[in-house]
């Protein structure tokens, strides 16, 4: 399969260089050729399926011309080598938990994906000594850094704002050792992003050295992330609750959602989808006025969601040939302030039992403001409350369970680079 730029300004090419490039050279996102529909009899049969099954029959579809059926199927099982399961919340509103991964995010899905395919495609050119640069704010870094570890072939360089990273996300990629380096950056996210960026424009250093990026552009972390939507609705099927189906996707940079209308394109039956933000509700307004104005993000306790200028929102614009009218028919948006997103939190847990973290609050609320009786809600869970223990205790007033996973990672010893925000600083390191 080709996969072309959303920008049209370069020509389309294959799921090795799509996957190594990242971002096309025309700055536009990579999206495939084709987004082939699934047969009727998939969908018919999907409730006695595995994740896993089900998964394969969807990567299958974008990824079986280029890899042989075997390598794809243990790509496939090995990256989900945990549950995504939907849990009943209240009413008609279901949790789709995609926090039970080795970091407790779902980004575990796309970048365990991502590392698998990469180190396959590395394998096969017998090349050696790829790095990986990977700027992040929390969340990517851990997913990345974890997903990567112990890859063949592969570094990883983790660059993180000093004293900008919660701990808990912090020790998910400080204490790895092996193949991940941490990079303290004496700065903000933004300027471990430009260092990173600067990397792939400098000419010496991409003469010496095999770099790529593994930021949620890359095809081979967004659309394995379709593979849940498909698993959920199986689930809700099994309990014949698969009528009239809402998703609702926190959403940051769109990623996650995108995956999501394109498994409805696959023919999964999905009534509507929505997306859920904070504060920065670029998404929102453009929904509402039909213009797109990116500004700085603003800081909020649903920090993964902290986005501007969401990157796939060219592939939205793509998917819909650039239709305000379509865009707006398939998707409704909500945003809600910290102070709602405290008080939906607490709410919930005292209600139902059931506890949020503050992106899936996000994700809740707006199901809960707007289904009808004959739809059945589900919100995708986006990280497990306890990554963000502070905010969460603050908010219900007790002290939370810390799952045995993230309580490993913080015995493990902090090992990290300091360095300035000074790219020449960054360069010479590289090429030590
Ligand atoms: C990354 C992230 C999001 C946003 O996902 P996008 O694909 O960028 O929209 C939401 N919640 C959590 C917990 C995240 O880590």
Same mark, same amino acid.
């Given at each position: 399969?080709?996969?072309?730029?959303?920008?049209?300004?370069?020509?389309?090419?294959?799921?090795?260089?799509?996957?190594?490039?990242?971002?096309?050279?025309?700055?536009?996102?990579?999206?495939?050729?084709?987004?082939?529909?699934?047969?009727?009899?998939?969908?018919?049969?999907?409730?006695?399926?595995?994740?896993?099954?089900?998964?394969?029959?969807?990567?299958?579809?974008?990824?079986?011309?280029?890899?042989?059926?075997?390598?794809?199927?243990?790509?496939?099982?090995?990256?989900?080598?945990?549950?995504?399961?939907?849990?009943?919340?209240?009413?008609?509103?279901?949790?789709?938990?995609?926090?039970?991964?080795?970091?407790?995010?779902?980004?575990?899905?796309?970048?365990?994906?991502?590392?698998?395919?990469?180190?396959?495609?590395?394998?096969?050119?017998?090349?050696?000594?790829?790095?990986?640069?990977?700027?992040?704010?929390?969340?990517?870094?851990?997913?990345?850094?974890?997903?990567?570890?112990?890859?063949?072939?592969?570094?990883?360089?983790? @660059?993180?704002?000093? +004293? =900008?990273?919660?701990?808990?996300?912090? #020790?998910?990629?400080?204490?790895?050792?092996? *193949? !991940? %380096? /941490?990079?303290?950056?004496?700065?903000?996210?933004?300027?471990?992003?430009?260092?990173?960026?600067?990397?792939?424009?400098?000419?010496?250093?991409?003469?010496?050295?095999?770099?790529?990026?593994?930021?949620?552009?890359?095809?081979?972390?967004?659309?394995?992330?379709?593979?849940?939507?498909?698993?959920?609705?199986?689930? @809700?099927?099994?309990? +014949? =609750?698969?009528?009239?189906?809402?998703? #609702?996707?926190?959403?940051?940079?769109?990623? *996650? !959602? %995108? /995956?999501?209308?394109?498994?409805?394109?696959?023919?999964?039956?999905?009534?509507?989808?929505?997306?859920?933000?904070?504060?920065?509700?670029?998404?929102?307004?453009?929904?509402?006025?039909?213009?797109?104005?990116?500004?700085?993000?603003?800081?909020?306790?649903?920090?993964?969601?902290?986005?501007?200028?969401?990157?796939?929102?060219?592939?939205?614009?793509?998917?819909?040939?650039?239709?305000?009218?379509?865009?707006?028919?398939?998707?409704?948006?909500?945003?809600?302030?910290?102070?709602?997103?405290?008080?939906?939190?607490?709410?919930?847990?005292?209600?139902?039992?059931?506890?949020?973290?503050?992106?899936?609050?996000?994700?809740?609320?707006?199901?809960?403001?707007?289904?009808?009786?004959?739809?059945?809600?589900?919100?995708?869970?986006?990280?497990?409350?306890?990554?963000?223990?502070?905010?969460?205790?603050?908010?219900?007033?007790?002290?939370?369970?810390?799952?045995?996973?993230?309580?490993?990672?913080?015995?493990?010893?902090?090992?990290?680079?300091?360095?300035?925000?000074?790219?020449?600083?960054?360069?010479?390191?590289?090429?030590?």
């Amino acid at each position: 399969m080709k996969y072309y730029s959303t920008n049209k300004q370069v020509a389309g090419i294959n799921l090795q260089e799509a996957v190594v490039k990242g971002l096309a050279s025309d700055r536009g996102l990579y999206m495939p050729d084709e987004i082939k529909r699934l047969p009727q009899s998939f969908f018919d049969n999907i409730e006695n399926l595995s994740f896993q099954e089900i998964a394969y029959t969807v990567a299958d579809a974008f990824f079986g011309e280029d890899i042989e059926a075997d390598t794809l199927k243990d790509i496939v099982y090995d990256t989900l080598s945990f549950d995504t399961p939907v849990v009943h919340v209240n009413d008609n509103i279901y949790s789709l938990e995609l926090f039970h991964g080795p970091t407790l995010a779902f980004k575990d899905v796309g970048a365990r994906f991502m590392a698998r395919l990469l180190g396959y495609f590395i394998k096969k050119q017998e090349q050696k000594d790829v790095k990986v640069l990977v700027a992040t704010s929390g969340d990517t870094g851990s997913a990345v850094a974890n997903g990567f570890l112990g890859v063949e072939g592969i570094h990883v360089y983790v @660059l993180y704002p000093k +004293g =900008k990273v919660s701990q808990i996300q912090e #020790c998910q990629f400080t204490t790895l050792g092996q *193949n !991940i %380096t /941490a990079i303290e950056i004496d700065g903000t996210f933004d300027d471990c992003q430009a260092l990173v960026k600067k990397a792939f424009l400098d000419e010496e250093l991409n003469g010496k050295l095999n770099l790529t990026s593994a930021n949620s552009i890359n095809v081979a972390r967004f659309l394995p992330q379709s593979f849940y939507y498909f698993h959920a609705y199986a689930q @809700l099927k099994r309990q +014949g =609750k698969e009528k009239n189906v809402v998703f #609702c996707v926190p959403s940051g940079n769109f990623g *996650n !959602i %995108t /995956a999501g209308l394109i498994a409805k394109r696959m023919g999964l039956p999905v009534k509507r989808f929505i997306a859920a933000n904070n504060s920065n509700d670029i998404f929102y307004e453009y929904l509402q006025t039909g213009k797109y104005n990116p500004r700085p993000s603003v800081h909020t306790i649903a920090n993964a969601m902290d986005v501007g200028d969401p990157s796939n929102f060219a592939r939205i614009l793509d998917l819909y040939g650039h239709s305000w009218e379509k865009i707006k028919s398939g998707i409704s948006g909500y945003w809600y302030s910290d102070d709602a997103i405290r008080k939906t939190l607490k709410g919930t847990f005292e209600k139902t039992g059931y506890l949020l973290d503050p992106h899936g609050a996000c994700g809740y609320q707006a199901l809960a403001d707007s289904l009808t009786v004959d739809e059945t809600g589900v919100f995708l869970e986006t990280a497990h409350p306890a990554k963000f223990a502070e905010t969460v205790e603050t908010i219900i007033g007790k002290d939370i369970d810390i799952p045995e996973k993230l309580k490993a990672f913080m015995k493990g010893e902090k090992q990290s680079v300091n360095m300035t925000k000074d790219f020449a600083d960054f360069k010479s390191f590289l090429l030590q």
